[in-house]
């Protein structure tokens, strides 16, 4: 008898029902046993954009004596006999029967690969599985360290160095999505070991932001973080990074004045004095930032350069949903008919782009048709649009040489930003 573990996913008709005749089927196969089923989950569609409801998504641990590949066989009937047809590519179908775990076995073929490979990647498998297989789960990221306190950290990178290991890091807030994980990939290919920050930096946030409700979850980004090559999470608390008395503060100036600046008074102060702090604590030899947040790496940058930092700043593309929208850590704050309308911010900079690209080179005309594109959405309330040097932010009346594209804008009241450069 193997003992099993199945993710299921439904997202078309009686999704709930699915999920039900799914798992009575499963444990009507030849002396199979259901042991264990999670609560079912609501999660988004990922890869594709549905116009029907999102997910929702189980995991079952179950006992077989059927081996995988005539597990799998038996999976495919049941997910056919409940009406799921053959498609090549991601479509919204009404179940979805996923071999998660086989024992300890590890399966490779075109058709199976086992442990599922976007096991500890994606959130519709790992909540769920969560429930039910807690320990498992918890030994996915067991190789990688998690550290909270400075000394500790330091002693860390002080043994790598050492050995003449190089650094990595990547700082992020957590909520951890695809983006990120492209730059931990990124920095654990470039370097011998890849650290992770994980920390909510309260003084980048306005006092009407969003610092209470930002999502933290350090099982969940653990995870993830060690599934795309993270050798080691630092996670220090508010009271670790600033202390009581604490003072000292590092500020860029011009470059911090426009954009998001404007309604984010004080948010880049606190996004290098954090860095600054983080990169004296880590000492990394590259830090990884992502294009999305041009202005933020602009500034890292810029900071790194005027403070003599023995460092390399590598930006790396904004990574996008399959209709364009950004990934980002907001992103899941938005309804579902907020989630299609924030495809938009990502349409006008295509629109942008093609006036560009049939020689359009007045940035007023180019702005107008990109605030007219979004605010046909409801649920959209620009901050921003402007084209600006793509060195000094400064807005430009005519595009010549390297230039940036940037908007803001709330979608209900999600702020989403994104932008585009053109040479
Ligand atoms: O981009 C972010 O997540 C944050 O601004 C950063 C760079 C981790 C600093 O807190």
Redesign the pocket.
């Known amino acids: 008898m193997a003992v099993c573990y199945l993710g299921l996913g439904s997202n078309l008709g009686n999704r709930r029902k699915f999920i039900r005749l799914a798992l009575e089927r499963v444990g009507a196969l030849e002396k199979t046993k259901v042991i264990k089923v999670s609560q079912l989950y609501e999660t988004e569609p990922q890869g594709f954009i549905a116009a029907s409801p999102g997910f929702i998504n189980a995991a079952a641990k179950i006992s077989t004596p059927l081996s995988a590949l005539k597990l799998l066989k038996e999976l495919k009937a049941i997910e056919s006999e409940l009406g799921r047809k053959k498609f090549k590519g991601l479509r919204s179908r009404p179940i979805d029967l996923d071999i998660l775990f086989y024992g300890n076995k590890r399966i490779s073929l075109p058709y199976l690969k086992v442990p599922h490979p976007r096991v500890t990647e994606r959130d519709f498998v790992l909540r769920p599985l969560k429930d039910i297989a807690g320990p498992l789960i918890k030994s996915l990221s067991a190789k990688m360290k998690v550290i909270s306190k400075i000394s500790s950290m330091r002693e860390f990178i002080r043994a790598q160095k050492i050995k003449g290991r190089t650094i990595g890091f990547v ?3 957590g909520a951890l999505h695809q983006g990120h994980l492209s730059l931990i990939r990124q920095a654990k290919k470039d370097n011998d070991r890849c650290v992770v ?1 994980i ?1 909510v ?1 309260p003084i ?1 946030f306005g006092p009407k932001e969003d610092y209470k409700k930002y999502p933290r979850d350090l099982e969940r980004d653990s995870i993830l973080a060690r599934s795309a090559g993270c050798d080691c999470v630092f996670f220090p608390d508010a009271g670790e990074m600033y202390p009581e008395n604490y003072l000292t503060y590092v500020f860029v100036e011009k470059i911090t004045d426009c954009l998001c600046a404007r309604l984010r008074p004080g948010h880049f102060k ?2 290098t004095t ?2 600054s702090k983080l990169f004296n604590i880590i000492g990394p030899d590259i830090a990884y ?2 294009q999305k ?1 041009y202005q ?1 790496a602009l500034v ?1 940058k810029k900071m790194a350069e005027d403070l003599n930092m023995p460092l390399k700043i590598k930006v790396m593309p904004t990574i996008r949903e399959s209709d364009g929208l950004a990934m980002s850590s907001r992103n899941a704050y938005l309804s579902a008919q907020e989630r299609l309308d924030a495809a938009v911010l990502h349409q006008a900079l295509q629109k942008a782009k093609e006036m560009i690209f049939q020689g359009e080179r007045n940035s007023r005309k180019i702005i107008r048709e990109m605030r007219k594109m979004i605010l046909k959405k409801k649920s959209a309330k620009i901050d921003y649009a402007l084209v600006a040097d793509a060195r000094t932010l400064v807005p430009v009346n005519v595009i010549r040489g390297k230039t940036l594209i940037a908007l803001a804008a709330r979608i209900g009241k999600t702020r989403l930003i994104d932008n585009m450069v053109v040479c």
């Open positions: 700082p992020t807030m920050s920390f930096n980048q606190g996004v954090v860095v930032f992502g947040d933020q890292i």
